[in-house]
């Protein structure tokens, strides 16, 4: 079997599309809504699907921590702008955003956070306040091997693995032309300017593209008033560096995976957080070569052991998101999900939806 082949079974290694949330079937509401003056700590899932491949039902991966009124958004996949908008969320109300990694799933939509959400000067309507603190990773440093062997193009051999300022640098360079007339045309502020980037320094662990996650302890990556923002790099098969993220408030805890296979450091990471957001596959019952189900595990946790994460870190409640089901491509059974989630964990689970909301207190 060539690695075309390998490939193709996988769709590509993303996860295929699954289900309407519960909460769109006719006659039903969506749930409600952070309110901008609230008090508290609550968590948005904007978008909920896993992997590149394009899904109707689920919006890419993006989540949303809303503190006391602040927004701190978590990823920026497919459509995330729309559903940040469709979420009730005031751009003036962004504070900082985090990137996991630099898969296209995680920042299709990064770049157009700051050139649509900034679009406008603050006093003409909603628009970003200013400047707004970005955090993720620096450069790989290196690629991996091609998987099942061979060769494979290179996209811009002179600089093959980017982080996040080259990122967001090259990205205005590719709206320059939109961004110069709009400048002229409709005075809006320069992109660019409106993203105050920060590849994340890590602890010195002897981690690159090669050793991506070896254990450590948390960081912090960023402290304001009302959060304080830690990391640990995850085990996402040859992607370097893949960060899990924990947000500390005066009102609880969250912690987000990111995408994972198992992790102590995740585990570490999420000890007795109020939630904890995490990645999940299923595999079982597919027929794809075996070759692929091992690559994907690499990068991903089974769904029927990730209660057994939850259970170890003491977390109160596990939210399933950047979710996929290899056997049952076009349905995802939220009940069997619920079921195989929680699997060796005493709390409480869900299987989450787009533009679901989990207040904490």
């Not at 003056?37 to 991966?61: F, H, M, N």
């Not at 924990?246 to 585990?267: A, C």
């Not at 075996?290 to 089974?302: D, F, K, R, S, T």
């Amino acid at each position: 079997m060539t690695r075309r082949s390998l490939l193709a079974a996988a769709g590509g290694l993303g996860l295929a599309g699954v289900a309407r949330p519960a909460w769109a079937a006719a006659g039903s509401s969506p749930p409600r809504r952070p309110q901008p003056s609230e008090r508290g700590l609550s968590v948005v899932l904007l978008g909920t699907k896993g992997g590149p491949p394009v899904s109707a039902d689920r919006a890419g991966i993006s989540s949303a921590v809303v503190v006391d009124g602040a927004t701190y958004l978590v990823d920026a996949g497919r459509a995330a702008v729309t559903q940040y908008t469709s979420a009730g969320l005031a751009w003036a109300d962004l504070r900082a955003a985090f990137v996991t990694h630099l898969h296209t799933d995680h920042i299709a939509d990064l770049f157009q956070v700051f050139l649509l959400g900034g679009f406008q000067a603050p006093a003409q309507g909603d628009s970003l306040p200013g400047p707004v603190p970005v955090y993720g990773p620096g450069p790989a440093g290196g690629l991996p091997p091609v998987f099942g062997g061979g060769q494979a193009p290179t996209t811009n051999p002179d600089d093959p693995t980017p982080g996040l300022v080259g990122f967001f640098d090259r990205s205005s360079e590719a709206f320059a032309y939109s961004t110069n007339v709009f400048m002229r045309d409709s005075l809006i502020r320069e992109t660019r300017a409106l993203a105050d980037v920060h590849e994340i320094q890590m602890p010195q662990v002897g981690a690159d593209h090669q050793h991506t996650a070896p254990t450590m302890d948390p960081f912090v990556v960023m402290e304001d008033d009302r959060v304080r923002v830690s990391a640990v790099l995850v085990p996402h098969g040859p992607v370097f560096p893949a960060f899990a993220y924990r947000f500390d408030t005066d009102h609880g805890s969250v912690t987000f995976s990111g995408d994972t296979t198992y992790s102590s450091n995740l585990v570490r990471l999420a000890r007795r957080s109020d939630l904890l957001v995490h990645e999940a596959i299923n595999v079982r019952g597919w027929s794809g070569p075996p070759a692929v189900v091992e690559h994907l595990l690499e990068g991903h946790v089974e769904v029927q052991r990730v209660g057994s994460i939850a259970q170890g870190a003491e977390v109160e409640r596990l939210i399933l998101s950047h979710v996929g089901d290899m056997a049952e491509p076009r349905r995802l059974d939220p009940r069997k999900w619920h079921r195989w989630a929680q699997q060796g964990y005493d709390g409480r689970v869900s299987v989450g939806n787009d533009l679901e909301v989990f207040r904490v207190r």
